[in-house]
């Protein structure tokens, strides 16, 4: 992707291998749905387990082709979320060359770190957040009022609370970089913490939208807690800051 430093590239260059790019992140989404197929009996007995695992042993599809197209939704969306890491770092290599060196080294450490938090926070929503929500939900049950659950609502509600407890992992790295370039401070983020719960709380009901509140408060606690790390990774920045400030003013001394 990088091109020679003796020759400029066009705008028409850049557009082909912008093309080019696209091209090949959709093939790439599209090969790893492919793939992912041949097991999507698999990965939807993996997906439904949490709902298996809190005694309902069974979920049910209303239309001749409703497991179908569970089957067909599940594998791509574990396609997608398989090479997603690929697509951006090929997507990332496209605008490299454009990058300063300065710019390089703080980016990439923030791709990397980045994509990392997302997967803790769609594997840590997935293994131990949705059983919880599973076993919480399905307690209100009675004899009166027992629980039938759809396959593609749970699935629907699954992959939505997997995304957005992944996007909220990022949480502690935008407050790190917002901290690093001083828009916000450690001092800023305590005094305000009353109104980040508030819309913390906003957030997870918009996240996962309909009257579950349960869904709600299961995804708020954990954003909570990733909140109050970010002021702690604002303070190592702080603490960082002030140290160099320090040791750059007795050098000069």
């Not at 980040?196 to 309909?210: D, E, Q, S, Y």
């Amino acid at each position: 992707m990088a091109r020679s430093s003796e020759k400029e590239m066009t705008i028409l260059e850049h557009i082909a291998e912008l093309r080019d790019t696209i091209i090949w992140a959709a093939a790439l989404a599209a090969g790893a749905a492919l793939v992912a197929w041949f097991f999507s009996a698999r990965i939807v007995d993996s997906l439904l387990r949490p709902a298996v695992q809190a005694g309902h042993h069974s979920l049910y599809f209303t239309s001749p082709l409703g497991a179908l197209m569970l089957r067909l939704k599940a594998a791509g969306f574990v396609g997608l979320l398989a090479v997603a890491p690929l697509i951006l770092f090929k997507i990332y290599g496209f605008v490299l060359p454009g990058l300063r060196q300065r710019e390089r080294r703080v980016i990439t450490p923030v791709l990397v770190v980045g994509t990392a938090l997302f997967y803790t926070g769609v594997v840590f929503c997935f293994l131990v957040l949705m059983p919880v929500l599973m076993r919480v939900g399905l307690s209100f049950a009675s004899e009166s009022l027992q629980p039938w659950l759809s396959a593609g609502e749970y699935l629907g509600l699954a992959a939505r609370m997997c995304l957005a407890m992944g996007a909220m992992f990022e949480l502690p790295l935008v407050v790190f970089a917002l901290a690093t370039i001083g828009i916000v401070s450690p001092r800023m983020l305590m005094r305000r913490w009353r109104e980040a719960v508030v819309i913390i709380m906003i957030a997870a009901a918009v996240l996962t939208p309909g009257p579950d509140v349960a869904s709600q408060i299961m995804l708020g606690v954990p954003i909570l807690l990733l909140y109050f790390l970010s002021v702690f990774a604002a303070l190592l920045v702080t603490w960082r800051r002030k140290r160099k400030q320090a040791r750059q003013l007795a050098e000069s001394n």
